[in-house]
């Protein structure tokens, strides 16, 4: 079982569903409403246990009824928080637009105490992100935190994998403390400019990540599947009727992170990611629609 250390945020995910999204100063009538666990890091913490690798997560939270749901949606999934709790600020929370017709969504997120992340933060938790054998982050909580974390874990010989989401600008020399960045299409175009419609798109991207200092970058292209540097596209694995796809791509991170922390190569590890991520858009939820091991490998 490897171990994998996760960087990121928790949110409480509000999600509504309805025929389609409200002009400004428009209201409409939705058709469901749920609240449940959320947060880049999190769904990507809780899809790494539930393949079995041994997950840890840093963060923040505040004192109130969201971090609760935190800390029970981890200690379910197996994950072993790493936490601070502060009583002035609150617990993040994440508006989640859902189109009924096609399970496509829009996202607000509030990161609440996770943005008062630091590397301070990140130094005091050096013993355990370098005990690790993969180093995941996302740019959820503040960036300088995410390098220091990177830097770390670079220096421990830790693989190190950026998910490079919500979409932002980078500092100079981010991205060669990477072995692994996983954009989607949209984030892809940010990094480098180059809009990704087709595998030959998201060659020539590879090529600019590659340039900028990552080992091997990653685009994730939803129904298509992924894009290995070096290998070429990595198809998507049909598991079923698509119902959302929120958190399809912390699905896919946390499965190839699980699948890379113990041994397995980049393709097999990709190949875990896309059937993690194609498994769970059959179900409702981020962390609730994320599959075990077991249906994973049955899967494969």
Wanted: glycine share 12%; hydrophobic share 45%.
């Amino acid at each position: 079982m490897g171990k994998v250390v996760i960087l990121g945020v928790f949110v409480a995910d509000t999600a509504y569903r309805a025929a389609r999204m409200p002009k400004m100063g428009e209201t409409i009538m939705g058709n469901s409403f749920a609240l449940g666990p959320g947060g880049k890091g999190s769904n990507q913490a809780v899809a790494c246990a539930r393949l079995g690798a041994d997950t840890h997560m840093i963060s923040k939270l505040g004192q109130d009824d969201f971090a609760k749901l935190a800390l029970d949606t981890w200690a379910a999934a197996g994950v072993t928080p790493h936490v601070e709790q502060v009583a002035d600020s609150y617990t993040g929370a994440a508006y989640i637009f859902i189109e009924d017709g096609t399970g496509d969504n829009a996202i607000i997120i509030a990161p609440g105490a996770a943005a008062l992340i630091s590397p301070a933060d990140i130094e005091a938790q050096g013993d355990l992100i370098a005990s690790a054998n993969v180093f995941v982050t996302q740019l959820e909580q503040p960036i300088d935190a995410g390098i220091r974390g990177l830097q770390i874990a670079r220096a421990a010989g830790v693989t190190t994998i950026l998910n490079p989401a919500p979409a932002a600008a980078l500092p100079d020399g981010m991205l060669a403390l990477c072995d692994y960045v996983t954009p989607n299409e949209t984030e892809c175009q940010a990094l480098t400019g180059i809009a990704v419609h087709n595998a030959q798109d998201a060659a020539k991207a590879c090529d600019v990540l590659h340039a900028l200092g990552v080992k091997t970058p990653i685009i994730t292209m939803g129904e298509r599947g992924a894009y290995l540097y070096g290998h070429g596209l990595v198809p998507a694995v049909n598991a079923g009727l698509v119902v959302e796809t929120t958190g399809a791509g912390d699905a896919f991170n946390g499965g190839f992170a699980a699948a890379l922390s113990e041994g397995k190569s980049p393709l097999v590890a990709v190949q875990y990611g896309c059937a993690t991520a194609g498994l769970s858009v059959t179900k409702a939820g981020t962390a609730p629609s994320m599959p075990s091991r077991e249906e994973v490998d049955a899967l494969l």
